[in-house]
């Protein structure tokens, strides 16, 4: 069973950064590969980012390529996102997940969720 936490939201202006931490424990944290989705009122929860088990391979949603980066660090059983160039449309709530072995960029194939952090971005 592993446990997960989201950190980092927060209120910020167009064009600006913020970071996401999520702190995984309970499990072995090296055997999950991690995702980022997010949820905008009144919309499905949808994609962002994902990340192998190693943090060798990565994969982003167009709408976010080349603005977020995901990590993680297996020494601290943490993935985090680095969100650059804020855009109101970036404007949700963040969730990480986890599964075991594989990465995906579907919603149902993640095991374990957090809470989720809420990220507003003004315009």
């Known amino acids: 069973q592993v446990q997960l936490v989201e950190s980092g939201g927060g209120l910020v202006q167009a064009g600006g950064s913020l970071r996401l931490s999520c702190a995984a424990s309970?499990?072995?944290?090296?055997?999950?590969?991690m995702g980022w989705f997010r949820q905008a009122p009144g919309k499905e929860r949808e994609f962002v980012t994902t990340i192998s088990r190693s943090g060798d391979y990565t994969y982003y949603t167009d709408s976010v390529k080349g603005r977020f980066t995901i990590s993680r660090d297996n020494a601290k059983n943490t993935v985090y996102l680095q969100m650059n160039s804020l855009k109101p449309e970036d404007t949700a709530v963040y969730y990480c997940?986890?599964?075991?072995?594989?990465?995906?960029?579907?919603?149902?194939?993640?095991?374990?969720w957090g809470q989720g952090t809420q990220v507003t971005v003004s315009s």
């Open positions: 997940a986890a599964r075991p072995l594989y990465s995906s960029t579907r919603r149902d194939q993640y095991v374990y």
């Open positions: 309970g499990g072995t944290f090296s055997n999950h590969a």
